[in-house]
């Protein structure tokens, strides 16, 4: 048996046939991503914004409150911004002399003493092959469809911890799965952890899991085939630190619990930092 007062929680309060995870701030209902409103801390429902309205003192509007329009409607910011962001980087690397590849792409060698530069976990994360555009083309095209459904249910700061989390996440599979002397680049990590995190949520809201599954295996297989020249390794990382993510998310999605879930999201970073550490440095050591 489920708890059915549980189960409607995870829907809008102003529309009970959307998902989501996000609370206002004030009164604790559930609100989708239409209906938040950004908050100096967290969001706030129509209703609380219009009693804050009506509370407040008359002033002009500020030329900032119509840039932020597009996140006052639950537009997914977050997810245009890491699309935005990458495509800049991937700009910056086609400048000769610039050096950005060579400056922010991943190997296990760089979570050891010999170049300590654990940073480029996740740095690589915003990196992709000059020399194949479809590279790019299909992880932002991935990013923008798992952006629009994770952004508005989860909340832009969770989603955002979510990616990079898994970003890095898809750096250490690779120390631990691949050769020391790999190197790698490309949001895939990150984006398995965005369908890791997925797969977690729609099991617990018993959403239908077939399709979600198949496209996960394809996705999965398509980095085995031989020359491919795709990490694998980075893609398992990646799916496993989203699906820890998402774990955690949803235990610790109550407000009273908002400390908890920063606590732990913290502790599986350092947690992620620390293996990638101790496996390269043993890996390096044996090599």
């Not at 299909?138 to 952006?147: A, D, P, S, V």
């Not at 996705?219 to 630190?241: D, E, M, T, V």
Request: proline share 5%.
């Amino acid at each position: 048996m489920t708890d059915a007062g549980a189960e409607r929680a995870n829907f809008c309060y102003r529309h009970p046939d959307r998902q989501s995870f996000v609370l206002c701030q004030r009164c604790g209902r559930t609100v989708c991503g239409e209906c938040q409103t950004a908050a100096p801390v967290g969001v706030i429902c129509p209703e609380c914004m219009r009693e804050q309205r009506a509370s407040a003192p008359r002033t002009k509007p500020a030329a900032s409150t119509r840039l932020r329009s597009a996140a006052d409607r639950g537009a997914p910011v977050v997810t245009y911004s890491l699309i935005g962001i990458t495509a800049f980087v991937y700009l910056l690397q086609w400048i000769p002399g610039l050096g950005v590849t060579n400056a922010l792409f991943f190997s296990p060698v760089f979570m050891t003493e010999v170049f300590p530069e654990p940073w480029r976990a996740l740095t690589s994360v915003f990196l992709h092959s000059t020399s194949l555009l479809f590279h790019i083309l299909l992880n932002m095209y991935t990013l923008w469809i798992f952006g629009r459904l994770l952004e508005p249910m989860l909340g832009r700061g969770r989603f955002l911890a979510l990616y990079l989390i898994s970003g890095i996440a898809g750096s250490i599979g690779v120390v631990v799965f691949a050769d020391p002397g790999s190197q790698v680049l490309g949001a895939s990590g990150a984006i398995f952890g965005l369908m890791g995190a997925f797969v977690v949520i729609q099991r617990r809201l018993g959403g239908n899991m077939t399709q979600l599954y198949i496209l996960l295996a394809v996705n999965l297989a398509i980095g085995f085939i031989p020359g491919a020249n795709i990490s694998w390794q980075a893609h398992l990382g990646g799916l496993i630190g989203g699906a820890l993510v998402g774990l955690v998310l949803l235990e610790t999605r109550s407000r009273a619990r908002l400390g908890i879930q920063i606590g732990l999201l913290i502790g599986l970073t350092v947690a992620l930092l620390a293996i990638g550490w101790l496996v390269a440095t043993w890996k390096i050591g044996a090599f």
